[in-house]
Structures are given as structure tokens and as C-alpha cells.
């Protein structure tokens, strides 16, 4: 089980840049694949990056030209590096694994706003 504990949000200015951390404890995390997720506010939790056990990313959605996932393995540490922000990004961020679990961290927000 991969039990994640998000960072790294805040208050950002349009156009601006942010670097998630996604710490996790528990084991295999190098053997699954993880996913950073996000929940606009009244909206549904959505997939916008992937990452494979071998490090192979996939993004979805919007932000798929501006989001870059990386993970550390020996750190069991998960990042996502955002850029070029817009308001619409405004959301509470978590990491999971892919298909997610049932069980969720308390994700990090991310508030795009001048």
C-alpha cells in the first residue's frame, strides 16, 4: 500500500510555476505506477499525469504541454513540475497510484489567481 503525503502547493500568479512533492511510505512504490490527480473545486477528481514503474510519462487533459512527472525511486517521492499556470488550474492536487486506490492523502492546493 502507498500511502501518500502531498506538498508544494500555494498561491501562484498566472503564468507562474510550481514543483509538487508527493512523499509516499509503505512499499512497491518503485514497481507501481503512480499518477498526480486533480479536483477543481465542485468538480471531479481527474487524472493529468502518469508515470510508469520504468519512468514512462503520459499526461491528460489541459495541462498535458504544461506538466512534467518525475519520480525519485529511491526517495519513494513522486513530483510534478507545473508551468505557465493559468486560474483554471486552481484545484487540490494528490497523488495515487494508477488505477487509484481507494485510500487518498490530503492532496495539496493549488490556487492560480492574480
Known amino acids: 500500500q502507498v500511502q501518500p503525503v502531498e506538498s508544494g502547493g500555494g498561491l501562484v500568479q498566472p503564468g507562474g510555476s510550481l514543483r509538487l512533492s508527493c512523499a509516499t511510505s509503505?512499499?512497491?512504490?518503485?514497481?507501481?505506477?503512480m499518477g498526480w490527480y486533480r479536483q477543481p473545486p465542485g468538480k471531479q477528481r481527474d487524472l493529468v499525469a502518469r508515470?510508469?514503474?520504468?519512468?514512462?510519462?503520459t499526461y491528460f487533459g489541459d495541462m498535458k504541454d504544461r506538466v512534467t512527472i518525475s519520480r525519485d525511486n529511491a526517495k519513494n517521492t513522486l513530483y510534478l513540475q507545473m508551468r505557465n499556470l493559468r486560474p483554471e488550474d486552481t484545484a487540490v492536487y494528490y497523488c495515487?497510484?494508477?488505477?487509484?486506490?481507494?485510500?487518498w492523502g490530503q492532496g495539496t492546493q493549488v490556487t492560480v489567481s492574480s
Open positions: 509503505g512499499s512497491h512504490f518503485s514497481a507501481r505506477a
Open positions: 495515487n497510484i494508477v488505477p487509484a486506490a481507494a485510500d
Open positions: 508515470i510508469s514503474s520504468t519512468g514512462s510519462a
